[in-house]
């Protein structure tokens, strides 16, 4: 019994050290004070105040050594400040966090104090790219992700888990958790594009486009290979590329909105996205190439972003119900087709919401959605060929057409089951 007691002690004080090492290693890197002997140090005061606390039932053990990392902190940061103009907290406050990481280990909490670990090292290396994508914010965007993170994690928790109007249609919380998603993930590409800055790699162009719009790629790229030939091919692969991640998208919205419709939509989905990525990735050495993406407009998070996509939503919502009622499923698949080319967010967030109060069966959700994915990627090839010509459509038009036949394939066989 001591012996199993004696290795458990020793497996707890290794892994209090282990945590200790990434950002010590990182500390020591970037030449700053508590490198990896001090952070291995500083760790085992932590494990070593929680265990004697917790073996003598003296609590007060664990104040004491916070008490004494904090102090070991300020003075460091004054000694600091006597050397450097501008000294900074970071190596301060880190020193109290491994003082934490190493109580974290001792009261068994292993996974917690592990992913605090890796979350600080990867906050630490990344300073100089979070300076980086800081300055090329504008004020007005800043303020716009407080804005986002306001409504995420204040504001929508306020919100009611049922529905509130007459026709049992509207659930403010399930609405504004895909809006939140919605805009997060544009904000996200948004962002993205200004930190790299217009010129990308086809691939990035690619996958960050398909987080915004792929229309927005569709429209930036085709002018270009229009214009010069030699774009051509690049400019295919971001269109392939942002259409494949516009699947996923919707797949991520429809796991959000109601796990039912994900599931019958996984499949399809994601073997559409798969087969539409391996043919756009079929010439690997243009994925670096660098080509311009002109991602305009205003931020996703502006209010006349977010005004548009609760009009639409209301809009696909109120339209898709007495379409249903009037004439039956048919009805809603028209309304899918026309919202495929105009907005599949609103499409999936309100499919999703009819299903989740029951208003239509989850198949012909399901089918609607399926609808709306091939509608927009025919509306792709569509502008492609307007806008960039038929030699560039034909490029896009291949992995497209398979992805859209993947679509209108799965929706045969959902009418085969309605048939059943």
Request: hydrophobic residues 60%; proline residues 3%.
């Amino acid at each position: 019994m001591a012996t199993e007691s004696s290795l458990q002690f020793l497996w707890k004080l290794f892994l209090a050290l282990m945590v200790a090492v990434p950002i010590g290693l990182e500390r020591e890197k970037a030449r700053k004070f508590a490198g990896v002997r001090t952070s291995l140090l500083i760790t085992a005061v932590g494990f070593f105040s929680s265990f004697f606390a917790g073996t003598l039932g003296a609590s007060w053990l664990v104040g004491v050594g916070l008490a004494f990392a904090t102090v070991i902190a300020v003075i460091m940061y004054y000694a600091r400040a006597r050397r450097e103009r501008h000294p900074g907290l970071t190596t301060s406050i880190v020193f109290v966090l491994l003082f934490c990481f190493g109580v974290l280990v001792d009261l068994g909490m292993y996974f917690e104090a592990i992913a605090s670990s890796i979350v600080v090292t990867f906050l630490l290396s990344a300073k100089e790219f979070t300076k980086s994508v800081v300055k090329k914010l504008e004020e007005k965007e800043l303020v716009e992700a407080l804005v986002l993170g306001f409504v995420s994690f204040i504001f929508l928790p306020l919100m009611p888990n049922r529905t509130v109007d007459p026709w049992g249609l509207f659930n403010p919380f399930l609405f504004w958790t895909m809006a939140v998603f919605v805009m997060g993930v544009g904000f996200a590409g948004y962002v993205a594009t200004k930190t790299f800055g217009s010129e990308m790699g086809v691939g990035l162009t690619g996958i960050i486009g398909g987080l915004v719009s792929s229309l927005a790629v569709v429209f930036s790229m085709a002018p270009q290979a229009g214009r010069d030939r030699a774009h051509s091919q690049g400019a295919a692969l971001a269109v392939t590329l942002a259409s494949a991640t516009m699947l996923l998208r919707v797949l991520a919205l429809s796991f959000i909105g109601s796990r039912a419709l994900f599931n019958e939509l996984v499949l399809p989905l994601l073997v559409a996205a798969a087969l539409g990525m391996i043919l756009s990735l079929r010439s690997p050495l243009s994925l670096t190439k660098r080509i311009s993406f002109d991602l305009s407009g205003s931020s996703p998070l502006a209010f006349r972003s977010a005004l548009e996509f609760a009009l639409l939503f209301l809009a696909l919502t109120v339209s898709s119900r007495f379409l249903v009622s009037r004439f039956g499923s048919v009805g809603l698949y028209v309304a899918a087709a026309l919202a495929g080319v105009a907005g599949l967010n609103a499409l999936i967030v309100s499919s999703a919401s009819l299903v989740s109060v029951g208003a239509i069966p989850t198949e012909i959700a399901a089918v609607s959605v399926l609808v709306g994915c091939f509608c927009a990627c025919a509306a792709n090839v569509a502008f492609s060929a307007r806008l960039g010509g038929r030699r560039f459509a034909l490029g896009v038009g291949k992995a497209l057409a398979v992805m859209a036949v993947v679509c209108a394939a799965s929706v045969a066989l959902f009418y085969l089951r309605f048939q059943w």
